[in-house]
Nanobody
């Protein structure tokens, strides 16, 4: 797999929850960071959360306390648990991995998965 593959997007009512999944690209030696970005129509791309190998997670102020990033290293999966969703969270969500491939660092983006929040 050359690129990460996201899944789990869909439509959810405001106040509801959704969990996004990402199957990481294969073939890396190790990863420097794994992240979730999002972009809504007409808005700038936003870094939602980033996870470092030591387990340190950071979040944008807009999702702090509501979203949780996690990973399953055994299965090369990255997750984003999203709670208390609002209309402001509606966007296409992208999984991004920054990993080492031989002598090169490579940042790879998934195709994105869409999240719609209904009122």
């Amino acid at each position: 797999r050359e690129q990460p593959v996201e899944s789990g997007g869909g439509s959810v009512q405001a106040g509801g929850s959704l969990t996004l999944s990402c199957a990481a690209a294969s073939g890396y030696d190790y990863c420097i960071s794994k992240s979730w970005y999002r972009q809504a129509p007409g808005k700038a791309r936003e870094l939602v959360s980033i996870l470092k190998p030591d387990g340190t997670a950071t979040y944008s102020d807009s999702v702090k306390g509501r979203f949780t990033i996690s990973e399953d290293n055994t299965n090369d999966m990255l997750y984003l648990q999203m709670n208390s969703l609002t209309a402001e969270d509606a966007a296409t969500y992208y999984c991004v991995t920054l990993c080492r491939y031989g002598s090169t660092n490579s940042e790879r983006w998934g195709q994105g998965t869409q999240v719609t929040v209904t009122l």
